[in-house]
């Protein structure tokens, strides 16, 4: 039986336990290596603020608002300073004798093997190696060797709207479109969701992926044992085992000496010279995922902010539409990369898409080595970030920010460029650039090209408010857009093009 003064322990533990903490935040907000910089009371205090933010899908729109108020840098947690300034990007990003690492603990959430990719190695060597080994398979004219497969996918999504119900949904068939492209390309195998049958490893990966960023932010949120949490982890082992299916299923198709291309041909063959190593097949899963993460979703993402913003202006959807029809006058021949990547006024309008709606916007963070950054000394181990959603939107490199001007990008300037960076910037740059390139510019050809395209009345800028789960996303999950064809159905079936599913 517990005595009196087995009892008369717990105020003096409470009051220690209230003293420590009292002496914690005192120390955070007046006596911290950080203490001079602007920022919130609560993210002085705690980093449960940014947590929370995170939580709740507001952490890019916070970031910008504290930079709205409170200026170029501001102290976003107890051991965090958020930059939105162009000489931090190149003092956090760019190469260096003392480069600003990835955090560790953050980028560990990602894993769905314990090991990581390209995107989530924190290790510098590591990731030399791993970019060494996806480089080829990355680069533009690696890109371009399956540009006939990524076509032919692309015909069955156009053949699809042309067939289906007017006014036809747009952000399903989209994302499908890609998920095709990329499961293709990643696996040797499409997950063909462009059928209209459900696949569950791509509700699986969408599962996971939706979540595990919370996984670094709060690491004890991988156990929780309810609603998404609990489902992500459920569906972990199921990605592990059929991707790693898809790789065994392939590898054996090498040793029968097929002749297939794709990226995951390139990750199965490529070895690095410098360390003689090839990729581990825990390797082959982490990045085979992440392709298929960073090139779906992301693209199908752009193209329907390129579609909405297009839409909603006469002026602009008339000179793109002209530009695109001239440039490929043939409906029956599908576009060709090489011509789309050259047209000017595209070009401009999927940049001002990038700075204003793009996928990429949240922050990546980062820890100061201990050096200057931004004119000031940041302390060693300390938690920084340069958010895009921000620079984005300064008002000196981009008059009037929140407005949608394409022309802006005819005379661009350096700072401008510098300022916008939808696929990252410095030597953690966005490995899958060039595959976006390529099919979003393919993608938004084939549309203007073969159709007269219209916003439906439905669709309202509520339901196209992006949603920052680490990816932006359309919030609404729906976009309605009535797509008239330039040919009728019995030519396009004449000619081919017509090879995808009624609604």
């Known amino acids: 039986m517990a005595s009196i003064s087995d009892f008369a322990v717990w105020p003096s533990l409470v009051g220690a336990s209230t003293l420590y903490w009292l002496i914690l935040i005192i120390y955070r907000v007046f006596f911290h290596p950080l203490a001079t910089y602007p920022g919130p009371l609560m993210a002085k205090m705690t980093d449960w603020y940014m947590v929370y933010m995170s939580l709740t899908a507001q952490n890019t729109y916070k970031r910008y608002e504290l930079h709205m108020k409170y200026g170029k840098v501001v102290r976003v947690g107890a051991n965090e300073l958020s930059y939105s300034d162009e000489a931090s990007i190149k003092d956090i990003f760019a190469?260096?004798?003392?480069?600003?690492?990835?955090?560790?603990?953050?980028?560990?959430?990602?894993?769905?093997?314990?090991?990581?990719?390209?995107?989530?190695?924190?290790?510098?060597?590591?990731?030399?190696?791993?970019?060494?080994?996806?480089?080829?398979?990355?680069?533009?004219?690696?890109?371009?060797?399956?540009?006939?497969?990524?076509?032919?996918?692309?015909?069955?999504?156009?053949?699809?709207?042309?067939?289906?119900?007017?006014?036809?949904?747009?952000?399903?068939?989209?994302?499908?479109?890609?998920?095709?492209?990329?499961?293709?390309?990643?696996?040797?195998?499409?997950?063909?969701?462009?059928?209209?049958?459900?696949?569950?490893?791509?509700?699986?990966?969408?599962?996971?992926?939706?979540?595990?960023?919370?996984?670094?932010?709060?690491?004890?949120?991988?156990?929780?044992?309810?609603?998404?949490?609990?489902?992500?982890?459920?569906?972990?082992?199921?990605?592990?085992?059929?991707?790693?299916?898809?790789?065994?299923?392939?590898?054996?198709?090498?040793?029968?000496?097929?002749?297939?291309?794709?990226?995951?041909?390139?990750?199965?063959?490529?070895?690095?010279?410098?360390?003689?190593?090839?990729?581990?097949?825990?390797?082959?899963?982490?990045?085979?995922?992440?392709?298929?993460?960073?090139?779906?979703?992301?693209?199908?993402?752009?193209?329907?902010?390129?579609?909405?913003?297009?839409?909603?202006?006469?002026?602009?959807?008339?000179?793109?539409?002209?530009?695109?029809?001239?440039?490929?006058?043939?409906?029956?021949?599908?576009?060709?990369?090489?011509?789309?990547?050259?047209?000017?006024?595209?070009?401009?309008?999927l940049q001002e898409t990038l700075r204003l709606r793009g996928p990429i916007m949240s922050c990546s963070v980062r820890l100061s080595p201990g050096k200057s950054i931004g004119g000031s000394f940041v302390p060693y181990g300390t938690t920084v970030s340069n958010v895009p959603y921000a620079t984005a939107r300064d008002p000196e490199a981009f008059p009037d920010p929140e407005a949608f001007v394409p022309e802006r990008w005819e005379t661009a300037t350096p700072w401008m460029r510098s300022m916008n960076r939808p696929f990252s910037t410095g030597n953690r740059n966005c490995i899958g650039m060039h595959l976006a390139r390529v099919q979003v510019l393919l993608t938004i050809c084939a549309l203007y090209q073969r159709f007269d395209l219209a916003l439906d009345p439905r669709v309202t800028e509520d339901m196209m408010v992006q949603r920052d789960f680490g990816l932006m996303t359309v919030s609404g999950k729906k976009l309605w857009m009535t797509a008239t064809p330039r040919v009728n159905s019995n030519e396009a079936q004449c000619h081919g093009l017509d090879k995808g599913r009624g609604d």
């Open 95 to 349: 190469q260096s004798t003392e480069p600003c690492l990835k955090a560790p603990a953050f980028y560990k959430g990602f894993s769905l093997t314990g090991r990581q990719s390209v995107f989530s190695t924190t290790d510098r060597n590591e990731h030399g190696r791993m970019r060494r080994l996806l480089s080829h398979g990355f680069s533009q004219q690696g890109v371009l060797d399956f540009q006939p497969e990524i076509s032919q996918i692309i015909e069955q999504y156009i053949a699809n709207i042309a067939t289906a119900r007017q006014p036809v949904e747009l952000h399903d068939e989209t994302h499908h479109l890609f998920l095709d492209i990329t499961s293709r390309l990643s696996f040797a195998k499409s997950f063909d969701t462009l059928s209209g049958r459900p696949h569950q490893g791509a509700q699986d990966i969408e599962t996971y992926f939706t979540v595990c960023p919370l996984f670094g932010l709060l690491p004890i949120a991988r156990y929780f044992p309810f609603g998404p949490f609990k489902a992500a982890r459920q569906a972990q082992p199921r990605i592990r085992r059929s991707v790693q299916g898809y790789i065994d299923e392939f590898r054996a198709r090498l040793g029968k000496g097929t002749t297939e291309q794709g990226l995951l041909r390139h990750m199965l063959t490529a070895c690095d010279t410098d360390t003689n190593t090839t990729l581990t097949d825990a390797e082959l899963v982490e990045n085979s995922v992440l392709f298929i993460i960073a090139g779906s979703g992301t693209s199908a993402t752009t193209v329907l902010y390129l579609l909405y913003e297009v839409s909603k202006r006469p002026e602009v959807l008339e000179r793109l539409t002209r530009e695109i029809r001239d440039a490929f006058p043939d409906p029956y021949v599908m576009p060709a990369f090489d011509t789309a990547t050259k047209l000017p006024y595209l070009n401009c309008v």
